[in-house]
């Protein structure tokens, strides 16, 4: 066998190389997941924005005026209509929770299983589901609520700093340019502060699968596997943070913005179904582009914990280059997929 080369020479194309091969030689079974957990969440990001909006206002007050009603009977009726916007953005909150949840775990034991050279069928990895929710889902929100615990820390000495300025006689105005860019300045270093856990935690999910543990010990494994590779996860973090930027630009940019007031029936029909056309068009090219991303940076982060670990066991990052490992994806084991990695 071939050894693979030394840690040292570990770089963000080798990482996206290995999770392109794992995913392109096992397409039916990632496809599958990404059908089942990805897909629905990717909908539901690129439709929350669209409800948020006054879209979905002009779309009901134009249907009002299709199906019979006058503009100020299409008005009356529109405000009597509740007020959604807790349930939604709380429905928005759970459902993103449950569905992300579901499918970094899936697809993070199918590629530690991989690795293991022990065969994964789509069945195995959903019900791996079941072990790993609540220990993850715990460990993610521990992982918040110390950053906020922080970032408040880090706002209330902020906030007496000034306040002890102030009664030592400073006259300090909260709307001029100096006071805005003091500010500016003070955010900084909590920036990078951040960023400096998230990169060092960027392992935390893939080890609560892998390991079996949940709490500070998923938090501490993961700085410690990271240690001496924190630019490569940076630079992972980076690339899918621009993939998810441009994914924002492009979706608030391209959104259609169409009059459906005023004007005959016939013209606010044909601009009905034009807005509604387009959103559709966006919501199904944006969604597809979110899970392929979605999936790459699940696969990423799991081929990076692969390659920390074996550095760690042997302070080589060999062990599994060159090895081909078997991955069914259904339930006939009698006909197996070989995957290279």
Known sequence: METSPPPSTLNLIKVLSTSRRIIHNQLSHFTA??????????????????LQSPLPKAISKSFLYLIGFGPQQANDQFTTLPNENIFLVLTYVLFTVVFSTCAITSITYSVIQGFSSQPVKLKTAVKSIAANFFPLLGTSLLA?????????????????????????????DFSSTYFIILGFVMVIPL???????????????????????????????????????????LSLSLLFAFCYGVLSISTNYSRPVVDLDGGSTNDTNHKWMCLVISLAVQVLFTSAFRVLVLLYELVSNTVLYMYCKEAGLDNRAEG????????????????PRSASV
Request: neutral net charge; charged residues 10%.
């Open 33 to 50: 997941l990404s059908f089942l957990f990805i897909l629905p969440f990717a909908i539901a990001a690129a439709v929350y924005p669209i």
């Open 144 to 172: 918040q609520m110390i950053i906020s615990a922080c970032a408040i820390l880090y706002a209330a000495v902020f906030a007496l700093l000034v306040a002890g300025a102030q009664l030592l006689g400073f006259q300090i």
């Open 191 to 233: 920036f990078l502060f951040v960023v400096y856990l998230h990169v060092n935690w960027c392992l935390v999910s893939v080890v609560v699968v892998a390991e079996k543990t949940w709490g500070l010990e998923p938090l501490k494994r993961s700085a410690s596997l990271i240690k001496g590779r924190r630019w490569l996860a």
């Open 320 to 335: 599994f280059a060159g090895e081909y490992v078997s991955l069914p994806v259904d339930d006939n084991e009698n006909d």
